[in-house]
């Protein structure tokens, strides 16, 4: 997972920022952070920290992650960005943040990490929970191919590096196939804003991670 993320691709870094762009914009439920005109951030299946550069100056950022392996990674990319006040990790999965108090975050951020966890809906429903009224929550995601007459072929292989195990076992419970789109749409929130789109990939090996979705849902 490093090895495939520690590099930068200027083309999908350019939506990632144009994603993150309203974030700065966004005002803090609490009244303290609100005078300081700063948010505060969960963000779920941190990794290795490969947000950091779009989150906005002074924000509050909480983080956790099921893998202890990615503590080092992480720790190293945060102390590029002393502008952003970041916490440890928090081992646990998305969906049991007990540790984290109802209604305490500004928004909520998930980046291809909805792949590969077990209960999508508890996972929502904990980020409903978390966030406060009024606050958004980020998603990017790649999803199972959405146009099969053009690309039936990489539905193919979707499925099958899913069922044979391999894209699973590289890239940390990674399932090609799957759309979070149906359960984020039942989830709850006030109004869910979704753009599907294909993602300018690096290079081949990710050709069939292109279908991609990216919105904003505001509780």
């Known amino acids: 997972m490093h090895f495939c993320t520690k590099d930068e691709f200027p083309k999908l870094e350019e939506v990632k920022r144009d994603h993150f762009a309203s ?13 300081r005109k700063v948010i505060k951030i969960l963000e779920i299946g941190v990794g290795t920290g490969v947000n950091f550069a779009h989150y906005p100056d002074g924000c509050r950022l909480v ?29 646990a999965k998305g969906d049991d943040m007990h540790m984290i108090e ?26 409903r929970r978390v966030l406060a009224p009024g606050g ?16 039936s072929l990489r539905k193919k292989l979707q499925d099958f590096f899913t069922w044979c195990g391999l894209w699973p076992f590289i890239f940390d419970g990674c399932c090609l196939n799957r759309d979070p789109m149906p359960a984020i749409e039942r989830a709850g929130f006030t109004k869910v804003e979704v753009d599907r789109y294909y993602a300018p990939v690096p290079n081949f090996l990710f050709w069939v991670e292109m279908p991609n979705v990216k919105g904003v849902a505001t509780k």
């Open 136 to 151: 958004k929550f980020y998603f990017m995601e790649h999803v199972q191919e959405f146009d099969l007459k053009k690309y």
């Open 63 to 91: 983080v956790v992650d099921p893998n202890p392996h990615f503590q080092e990674y992480y720790n190293n990319n945060r102390k590029k960005f002393p502008n952003i006040h970041s916490e440890d990790i928090l081992v």
């Open 23 to 35: 974030l700065k914009n966004h005002v803090s439920h609490d009244p303290e952070l609100r005078k």
């Open 102 to 127: 109802d209604g305490s975050v500004d928004a909520v951020v998930i980046t291809l990490v909805l792949c590969s966890v077990d209960n999508i809906d508890q996972i929502l429903k904990e980020v």
